[in-house]
Nanobody
Framework: QVQLVESGGGLVQAGGSLRLSCAAS????????MGWFRQAPGKEREFVAA????????GYGDSVKGRFTISRDNAKNTVYLQMNSLKPEDTAVYYC?????????????????WGQGTQVTVSS
């Protein structure tokens, strides 16, 4: 089992920045692809970003490209999501997810483990 705990969410004004963190425990962190998803009220869960096991490869959803950056520190068993130029439409609960393997998944069905989520609210 893998346990994931997100932190760093909060309220920020449009144009501001936040950095989310996700701490993992339970298995060898570097064996897992890590991803971020988000879900706004009344909407389906949306892919935000993913990162390969060593951090060499990343992928982003179209709505966040150029504004968000995913990174990981395998020594700290932590994945990060740096969010810049935030917009009100970025308001959502953000979830960290992991899957054992090598493929950078972009759909929620490809991920095995999920955190509880952290709320991000962007005011206009």
């Amino acid at each position: 089992q893998v346990q994931l705990v997100e932190s760093g969410g909060g309220l920020v004004q449009a144009g501001g920045s936040l950095r989310l963190s996700c701490a993992a425990s339970g298995r060898t962190f570097s064996d897992y692809i890590m991803g971020w998803f988000r879900q706004a009220p009344g909407k389906e869960r949306e892919f935000v970003a993913a990162i390969s096991r060593r951090g060499a490869r990343t992928g982003y959803g179209d709505s966040v490209k150029g504004r968000f950056t995913i990174s990981r520190d395998n020594a700290k068993n932590t994945v990060y999501l740096q969010m810049n130029s935030l917009k009100p439409e970025d308001t959502a609960v953000y979830y960290c997810a992991s899957v054992y393997g090598m493929l950078l998944g972009t759909t929620e069905h490809e991920y095995q483990y999920w955190g509880q989520g952290t709320q991000v609210t962007v005011s206009s």
